[in-house]
Every structure is written in structure tokens, then in C-alpha cells.
């Protein structure tokens, strides 16, 4: 199989109620698009935006990369219908989400020889030059399975999609991991 293809998503397994949740909702926005008309932007896409502060309509022509967006737009969602706490950071920005994450975070090559430090739930950081970033819904000997925004089928980090299933091999990811597991803590009632 190549990198290029998705992969059939089963059910991950994850020992964290909260980031079990993060996945659910994550995986529920397969396949949302931007519109072909406007880069960056859409009725969904937008929602990512606007849930780290930023005006969808700004910085033209391009608007905002959105992957990181899609990423606390996830764990936001979780947040509220469990009525925790969000631990992730809320920024547009990858490298600035992992400069300032609580979020213990494990270095690409640290995993390099033990895999088993990379759990379902993790947020994925490509690198501080290229920046990229989705969440880790398995782990394989061959690499992560991923649930992310702003790709394509390519894989590409300028796409157009959410994408789950994207299997990124071990060295593709060039700067770590971040796990939020247990640092979610209960504030308010859970939505239904």
C-alpha cells in the first residue's frame, strides 16, 4: 500500500474517554471540502477557523491555512459535549501549538525506534520548517493512520479536504507528538 492511499479505518482504540470522543468527531468531518470557489474557506471549514478567533474572510487572496484549526476544532467539539476542558491549544499555528502545548509531548526521534510511545488520540506535528498536523487515529509498523484538515488524497499540507485514513510513514513525521490523554477535567455537564 502506498502512502498516497487511504486506508480502511477501523475502530481505534483508545484508553482515553476524552480523546476517544476527539476521534469520534474528528472522523465524523471525512470528506468535508472547502468550496472550489474560495481557497481555504467553506461553511465548514470556516467553523474551523472561527473556533481559533480568526475571520475566515481574512488574509487574502489565500485566507488561512487551517489544518491546526481543524485539529482544536475537534478537541473543542469534545470538549463541550463532554463538559471538560479543551487541553489543546487554541492557535492556527503548528509550530506555535507545539511551542506552547501542556500536552506531554514525545519527540519524532524518540519514536524512532519505539513506536509503541505513539497512541491514538496524539497530535501530529510534520516539523518546525513544513509545518502540517492531524491526529494519530492508529498506529501500524508501517506508520500513523491519521484523521487530518487543509490535505487531499496526495497527502498534501495545501489541500482541500478532511481526510481520515491518510497513512503517514514513521519518518514523516519530523517533530513530534503531543498527548493530551487525562488532562481533560470535567466543567460543566455534558451536552448530549
Not at 480502511?8 to 474517554?17: G, I, R, S, W
Not at 470538549?79 to 487541553?87: H, K, M, S, Y
Request: charged share 20%; glycine share 10%; with cysteine.
Amino acid at each position: 500500500m502506498s502512502d498516497d492511499e487511504p486506508v480502511t479505518l477501523v475502530e481505534p482504540v483508545c484508553q482515553d474517554a476524552f480523546l476517544e470522543r476527539v476521534l469520534t468527531v474528528a472522523a465524523a468531518e471525512n470528506g468535508v471540502l472547502e468550496d472550489p470557489k474560495t481557497q481555504n474557506q467553506g461553511p465548514r471549514v470556516d467553523e474551523y477557523i472561527r473556533a481559533v478567533g480568526l475571520d475566515p474572510a481574512g488574509n487574502p487572496p489565500h485566507g488561512y491555512p487551517w489544518r491546526m484549526c481543524f485539529v482544536y476544532w475537534c478537541f473543542e467539539q469534545a470538549a463541550v459535549a463532554l463538559g471538560q476542558a479543551n487541553p489543546c491549544v487554541r492557535t492556527a499555528g503548528v509550530v506555535r501549538h507545539w511551542m506552547v502545548t501542556k500536552g506531554k509531548k514525545v519527540l519524532a526521534s524518540d519514536v524512532a525506534s519505539d513506536h509503541s510511545r505513539v497512541t491514538a488520540g496524539m497530535v501530529f506535528c510534520k516539523s518546525a520548517y513544513e509545518s502540517h498536523t492531524g491526529i494519530v487515529c492508529q498506529v501500524t509498523d508501517a506508520g500513523i493512520i491519521t484523521i487530518e484538515g487543509n490535505t487531499n488524497e496526495a497527502g498534501s499540507r495545501e489541500g482541500n479536504a478532511v481526510v481520515a485514513g491518510k497513512l503517514r510513514p514513521w519518518g514523516y513525521v519530523q517533530l513530534g507528538f503531543i498527548d493530551y490523554a487525562g488532562m481533560s477535567v470535567p466543567t460543566t455537564a455534558p451536552v448530549s
